[in-house]
């Protein structure tokens, strides 16, 4: 009798335990912003993911893998900037930061990462965590609150200071949370968990966030839970997510009161970005640079004295471009703009070929926050832009239902 083969079929990556703590005690140092252990933990997860087996076998596996190629030229891409810098420490630094955006995918995409349930646990474990890290930000805030009787302490930059951490990309993994929460079937811990992570987009006041907030929810809604709803009950949440908007919008309240201010600060922020992307434009001609770039040694340097010239305070110092894009043509110029509209391409193939609700609204938000932010160039918006595309690119799921 001729004997059957079986393939050897390598274990899941998270079936470990040491493995899936590490992960997680990953994503809890970016959220807060404790980067020099953070980058101690990616590097041991990384060792662990290539001694889970053969090395070579966890690299080749990699490099086979279009989710980890689509990261893996824009780390390269920051590299060859140290051949031509002007400040060598400062384009190290930028690698070092980069180094997220392969590392990250390396250990995603070297091998079978999880099954079903190890995502689903995951998934759960990062919202709890998540909330956890929430709420020291609101017991911050309301000790100040205590302190001070100033109600803005709950929103915007101040409610994250004590996280050390930017609003905006905070805002980004609020929204992650809530994309998870929504994919699976609700039960009580996870409509209170949404209720929770709702309430802290409002808080946190990114307007391009919650515009797709906004988005997120309407797609859920009549896409996904309609279908499992009577038409009366569905339309109960409908209602009061209306009836709460109105009452904000049209009362006297710190959360109208704060939105106000914010759009009156609105136009300032327009025009600071648009002198910042003139400055790169203007740079790049003085410099001859349109087709290599200045560096990533050199742009903070050069974006500097534009500041200084045109009378800004110093406390724009230390600015980058506001946008990925710009970012990418300053430094890199059109070779390295084309390397990064090539990763995009490749991801948005990804996507289409995914095909699931969570990973096209993953992608389009890192998308879209890049044109208003660097979200490449620091720690936590680098983790946030490679991580959670991947986290839903690589999971099994459904597929997206069709609009008719």
């Known amino acids: 009798m ?9 274990p899941y990556f998270l079936q470990k335990k040491l493995h899936f703590y590490l992960l997680l005690a990953v994503i809890a140092t970016t959220l807060l912003s404790w980067f020099n252990l953070n980058s101690w933990l990616i590097i041991a997860l990384a060792v662990c993911r290539l001694l889970d087996g053969r090395p070579p076998d966890a690299v080749r596996t990699a490099f086979s893998n279009r989710w980890f190629l689509a990261w893996f030229p824009i780390f390269l891409l920051e590299v060859t900037g140290l051949f031509h810098t002007h400040d060598l420490y400062a384009a190290w630094k930028h690698v070092e930061s980069k180094a997220t955006l392969v590392a990250i995918p390396f250990i995603m995409c070297a091998g079978p990462f ?4 190890g995502y689903r646990r995951l998934g759960m474990a990062y919202c709890l965590t998540l909330a956890g890290v929430c709420s020291i930000c609101l017991a911050a805030a309301l000790w100040e609150y205590i302190g001070t009787g100033d109600p803005s302490v709950f929103f915007y930059h101040s409610l994250t200071s004590v996280l050390d951490s930017n609003a905006v990309f905070f805002s980004g993994y609020v929204l992650m949370a809530l994309l998870i929460l929504l994919a699976e079937p609700l039960e009580k811990t ?33 896409k996904r839970y309609r279908v499992l709803m009577s038409r009366r009950l569905f339309a109960v949440p409908a209602v009061l997510v209306f009836f709460s908007c109105g009452m904000l919008a049209f009362t006297s309240n710190p959360v109208r009161g704060r939105y106000s201010e914010m759009m009156r600060d609105d136009v300032n922020g327009i025009s600071f970005r648009l002198f910042v992307w003139h400055s790169a434009v ?4 003085e410099k001859h640079a349109w087709v290599f770039g200045v560096t990533a040694g050199d742009s903070r340097d050069l974006l500097n004295a534009q500041y200084m010239s045109a009378g800004l305070s110093k406390g724009y110092i230390g600015y980058n471009c506001q946008n990925e894009y ?6 890199s110029g059109i070779t ?18 995914k095909s699931t609700i969570e990973v096209w609204l993953a992608i389009v938000t890192i998308l879209l926050l890049s044109v208003t932010e660097s ?26 239902a069709p609009l008719s």
């Open 2 to 10: 001729e004997a059957i083969i079986v393939p050897f079929q390598r």
């Open 114 to 117: 999880a099954d079903r349930n």
């Open 190 to 222: 996870r409509a209170w968990l949404i209720l929770f992570f709702i309430g802290m987009m409002v808080l946190l006041a990114s307007k391009l966030l919650l515009a797709l907030l906004a988005v997120v929810l309407g797609i859920y809604l009549v």
């Open 282 to 285: 203007k740079i790049l001609d």
């Open 326 to 331: 710009v970012e990418v043509l300053l430094r």
């Open 336 to 353: 390295g703009l084309i390397v990064l509209l090539a990763a995009i391409a490749l991801l948005i193939g990804l996507a289409r070929r």
């Open 375 to 400: 979200t490449l160039e620091m720690q936590q918006p680098a983790f946030l832009s490679c991580f959670f595309p991947l986290l839903f690119g690589l999971a099994p799921g459904r597929r997206l």
